[in-house]
């Protein structure tokens, strides 16, 4: 098969096309012929190497942990999928093999691809989306009446995350920059704030969420926009907010507490059927903005790279 490869930590350049053996499935898992795959920040933090501390690659390594398709072959034991169905799963990032004509993901870590989305929407889903819903609803306990802040609220986790947060009944405040102000109103935002006009730190207004989708702020300049107990989450581990963490539940232990919590989503096919639901009835959006040739997956990333892309970037298979 034809997959995107890379041979060490680098540059763009370590993306080569080239043929690779063909992947093939366990017995917990679906082998999937890959229709489109999804491009995310992590994807080029991981090929530059900034995430080894946390994720060491084997190499020759193929990138790349959304995808949608359809199951082209089935392990042992496997009862949920058949040959033939379309699928949207979210590959183990340590695995990765997304970039590629074939790929594998654990049965517990797809869903039935949503009859309403395409091949390239619903691969934008795994990752964006389920650091949204994941980071909202189980770290953040957000539920409805309550209220939370999105910075980041055009890009590819903060589009997904402002629609799953009015899907659970919450009033939802964003951020983002003046070009993406209507977009943002489009997709159900009650307040939109233009960074370029506006210091939402600086406004009178308390949370019971901060959701930062960018990575671009910090606890120290949220807190005191949280209400008592609210929690504090961000895209972007830091040592920072290890550190606070740690203070907060010491304080924690004494009484009602702030939190500042790092967030990495965890592939849960559960969670994928969950957002499919939302989407085909119409609460859940996806935004692809730019489809790219697998071939042309060091464009693809070096878009990506930029950090003003509004929703996502798929590579088209």
């Given at each position: 098969?034809?997959?995107?490869?890379?041979?060490?930590?680098?540059?763009?350049?370590?993306?080569?096309?080239?043929?690779?053996?063909?992947?093939?499935?366990?017995?917990?898992?679906?082998?999937?012929?890959?229709?489109?795959?999804?491009?995310?920040?992590?994807?080029?933090?991981?090929?530059?190497?900034?995430?080894?501390?946390?994720?060491?690659?084997?190499?020759?390594?193929?990138?790349?942990?959304?995808?949608?398709?359809?199951?082209?072959?089935?392990?042992?034991?496997?009862?949920?999928?058949?040959?033939?169905?379309?699928?949207?799963?979210?590959?183990?990032?340590?695995?990765?093999?997304?970039?590629?004509?074939?790929?594998?993901?654990?049965?517990?870590?797809?869903?039935?691809?949503?009859?309403?989305?395409?091949?390239?929407?619903?691969?934008?889903?795994?990752?964006?989306?389920?650091?949204?819903?994941?980071?909202?609803?189980?770290?953040?306990?957000?539920?409805?009446?309550?209220?939370?802040?999105?910075?980041?609220?055009?890009?590819?986790?903060?589009?997904?995350?402002?629609?799953?947060?009015?899907?659970?009944?919450?009033?939802?405040?964003?951020?983002?920059?003046?070009a993406n102000v209507a977009f943002v109103q489009s997709l159900g935002a009650d307040v939109v704030i233009d960074y370029s006009k506006e210091d939402f730190t600086r406004r009178a207004e308390r949370y019971d969420v901060i959701f930062d989708a960018a990575g671009k702020s910090s606890f120290a300049a949220c807190r005191h926009l949280l209400t008592p107990g609210g929690t504090y989450v961000s895209t972007l581990p830091s040592l920072d907010l290890v550190l606070w963490g740690g203070v907060l539940w010491i304080v924690g232990m004494f009484g009602e507490?702030?939190?500042?919590?790092?967030?990495?989503?965890?592939?849960?096919?559960?969670?994928?059927?969950?957002?499919?639901?939302?989407?085909?009835?119409?609460?859940?959006?996806?935004?692809?903005?730019?489809?790219?040739?697998?071939?042309?997956?060091?464009?693809?990333?070096?878009?990506?790279?930029?950090?003003?892309?509004?929703?996502?970037?798929?590579?088209?298979?």
């Amino acid at each position: 098969m034809k997959a995107i490869v890379i041979d060490g930590y680098g540059g763009a350049d370590r993306l080569q096309l080239r043929e690779v053996p063909d992947p093939q499935p366990q017995a917990d898992e679906v082998l999937v012929r890959v229709r489109a795959a999804g491009v995310n920040p992590a994807d080029w933090k991981i090929r530059e190497g900034q995430v080894r501390l946390f994720l060491r690659l084997r190499f020759p390594h193929v990138l790349g942990s959304d995808i949608a398709g359809e199951v082209a072959a089935i392990g042992a034991g496997v009862s949920q999928f058949k040959l033939g169905d379309a699928v949207v799963a979210f590959t183990d990032p340590r695995r990765g093999g997304g970039y590629a004509e074939l790929a594998v993901a654990k049965e517990a870590a797809a869903a039935l691809k949503p009859a309403s989305l395409s091949f390239a929407e619903a691969a934008s889903l795994p990752i964006a989306a389920c650091t949204a819903l994941q980071a909202l609803r189980d770290l953040g306990k957000l539920s409805e009446g309550g209220g939370v802040l999105i910075n980041g609220g055009a890009g590819g986790v903060g589009h997904f995350a402002i629609q799953i947060a009015k899907a659970l009944g919450a009033t939802t405040t964003a951020a983002c920059g003046p070009a993406n102000v209507a977009f943002v109103q489009s997709l159900g935002a009650d307040v939109v704030i233009d960074y370029s006009k506006e210091d939402f730190t600086r406004r009178a207004e308390r949370y019971d969420v901060i959701f930062d989708a960018a990575g671009k702020s910090s606890f120290a300049a949220c807190r005191h926009l949280l209400t008592p107990g609210g929690t504090y989450v961000s895209t972007l581990p830091s040592l920072d907010l290890v550190l606070w963490g740690g203070v907060l539940w010491i304080v924690g232990m004494f009484g009602e507490a702030k939190h500042a919590r790092p967030f990495i989503a965890r592939p849960n096919g559960e969670d994928l059927a969950f957002l499919g639901r939302l989407a085909d009835e119409g609460r859940l959006r996806p935004t692809v903005s730019r489809t790219y040739p697998l071939e042309r997956a060091r464009e693809a990333q070096g878009a990506s790279r930029t950090g003003h892309t509004r929703g996502k970037i798929v590579l088209e298979v």
